[in-house]
Structure formats: C-alpha cells, structure tokens
C-alpha cells in the first residue's frame, strides 16, 4: 500500500523554526517528484514548494522564499521542509504530495499530484 506520512508540525512562536518529514512507505521515492503544500482554515490549498526526483531542482512560493529549503535524503525515503522565521500566516495543515515520471523538475500544482499524505498541523503563534 502506498503511503506518505507527514509529521513535525507543532506549536511555535514567531520567528522559531519546525522541520517537517514526509516518510514514504509501500513504494520508493527514487522516481517521484514531491510537492509541499498548506491549507488554512477556509483557504484553498496552496503549494509551498517542490522537489524534484533526483533533487536538482526546487521551486517555492513567494511568499517562503527565503524562509523555508526542501531537501530530500533516498536513501531514507524522505523529504524535509525546514521552515525557519515562521510567521502567524504560515499557520496551516501541511501536506506532502508524490507525483511519479516529471522528469527533471517539480510543480505547484496540486491537480497533478497523484499521492497525498494526511498533514501536519503548524501553529505559529505568541
């Protein structure tokens, strides 16, 4: 069975810093793109950024330029998304999304992702 867990969401203050997993299991990661992605309450899900299947290339969204990097480790099946100088608007449920045979890159996009995990919640909040 496929699989994608997501875990290290938590509380945080503004400005701290939480680094997500996303553990794949039933299938390796070696040929998948993954894509992180955020809903807020009464929000649209959003994609945060993306990594490609070999790792060589990365997007991200505007607004966590510069904030957060997503990494990814085969040989442990897992992909991060370290998030640092998080902010109250970063305050979301956070999920991993695999998506098999895109080549060289990765996308945003969430309709073209075909696996989802369950999410993490991330509070950032005083």
């Known amino acids: 069975q496929l699989q994608l867990v997501e875990s290290g969401g938590g509380l945080v203050q503004p400005g701290g810093s939480l680094r997500l997993s996303c553990a794949a299991s039933?299938?390796?990661?070696?040929?998948?793109?993954i894509g992180w992605f955020r809903q807020a309450p009464g929000k649209e899900r959003e994609g945060v950024s993306c990594?490609?299947?070999?790792?060589?290339?990365?997007n991200y969204a505007d607004s966590v330029k510069g904030r957060f990097t997503i990494s990814r480790h085969n040989a442990e099946n897992t992909v991060y998304l370290q998030m640092n100088n998080l902010k109250p608007e970063d305050t979301a449920v956070y999920y991993c999304?695999?998506?098999?045979?895109?080549?060289?890159?990765?996308?945003?996009?969430?309709?073209?992702?075909?696996?989802w995990g369950r999410g993490t919640q991330v509070t950032v909040s005083s």
């Open positions: 999304a695999a998506l098999r045979g895109y080549g060289s890159s990765c996308s945003n996009q969430k309709q073209v992702y075909s696996y």
């Open positions: 039933g299938f390796t990661l070696d040929y998948y793109a």
């Open positions: 990594i490609s299947s070999s790792g060589g290339k990365t």
